[in-house]
Nanobody
Framework: QVQLVDSGGGLVQAGGSLRLSCAAS????????MGWFRQAPGKEREFAAA????????VYADSVKGRFTISRDNAQNTVYLQMNSLKPEDTAVYYCAATRLASSGYANLYEYWGQGTQVTVSS
């Protein structure tokens, strides 16, 4: 079992930055591909970014490409999402997730999920 704890969310003005963290415990995540998803009120959960177990092959949703950066530190068992140039439409609860399948944008392919961290971007 892998337990994931998301943190780093908060309230920020448009144009600002936040860095989300996802700390894993129970098992090393070095064998897992990791993803970040988000869910805005009244909307379905959507893919934001993913990264392979090796730290290579990062992929991003078009809506965040060029503004968000996913990274990982396997020694610290932690995954990060650096979010820059934030927009009000980035407001959502952000979740990290782990999968042993190929790095994917499909939420149903992920086995483990964090509890989520709220990001609110004011205009």
């Amino acid at each position: 079992q892998v337990q994931l704890v998301d943190s780093g969310g908060g309230l920020v003005q448009a144009g600002g930055s936040l860095r989300l963290s996802c700390a894993a415990s129970g098992r090393t995540i070095r064998n897992y591909n990791m993803g970040w998803f988000r869910q805005a009120p009244g909307k379905e959960r959507e893919f934001a970014a993913a990264i392979r177990w090796s730290g290579s092959g990062a992929v991003y949703a078009d809506s965040v490409k060029g503004r968000f950066t996913i990274s990982r530190d396997n020694a610290q068992n932690t995954v990060y999402l650096q979010m820059n140039s934030l927009k009000p439409e980035d407001t959502a609860v952000y979740y990290c997730a782990a999968t042993r399948l190929a790095s994917s944008g499909y939420a149903n392919l992920y086995e483990y999920w964090g509890q989520g961290t709220q990001v609110t971007v004011s205009s």
